[in-house]
């Protein structure tokens, strides 16, 4: 049963850094293109970062350079580490995998065939 579950949420103050966790059983990380998103209530989920099986990684932009994305073989998780966190990056954040080697940034949401059930990040000014 493919699974993913994502941790590491929580209250922050502006400026603090977190570092969210995304654990997969049943299928292997590496092997799939992963993404970050997240989601205010009211809004649309929106992407953060991908990554694809190469490698490659791709950011939205407003995150500049505050985000980086990775993955880990061995523990088969995928990572969001979050710098200087801004108020406006408070939302319930997901992972989600494609079948796909590779990463897409701006497919529809049906296309990421897995996701987890998100954890919270709030960021207080």
């Known amino acids: 049963q493919v699974q993913l579950v994502e941790s590491g949420g929580g209250l922050v103050q502006a400026g603090d850094s977190l570092t969210l966790s995304c654990t997969a059983s049943?299928?292997?990380?590496?092997?799939?293109?992963l993404h970050w998103f997240r989601q205010v209530p009211g809004k649309e989920r929106q992407i953060v970062a991908c990554?694809?099986?190469?490698?490659?990684?791709f950011y939205r932009p407003s995150i500049e350079d505050r985000f980086r994305i990775s993955r880990d073989g061995a523990s088969n998780k995928l990572f969001l580490q979050m710098n200087n966190l801004r108020p406006e990056d408070t939302a319930v954040y997901y992972c989600?995998?494609?079948?796909?080697?590779?990463?897409?940034?701006?497919?529809?949401?049906?296309?990421?065939?897995?996701w987890g059930n998100g954890t919270q990040v709030t960021v207080t000014s």
């Open positions: 990554t694809s099986g190469d490698g490659a990684t």
């Open positions: 989600a995998a494609r079948k796909s080697y590779y990463c897409a940034m701006w497919d529809p949401l049906h296309t990421y065939a897995y």
């Open positions: 049943g299928f292997t990380l590496m092997d799939h293109g």
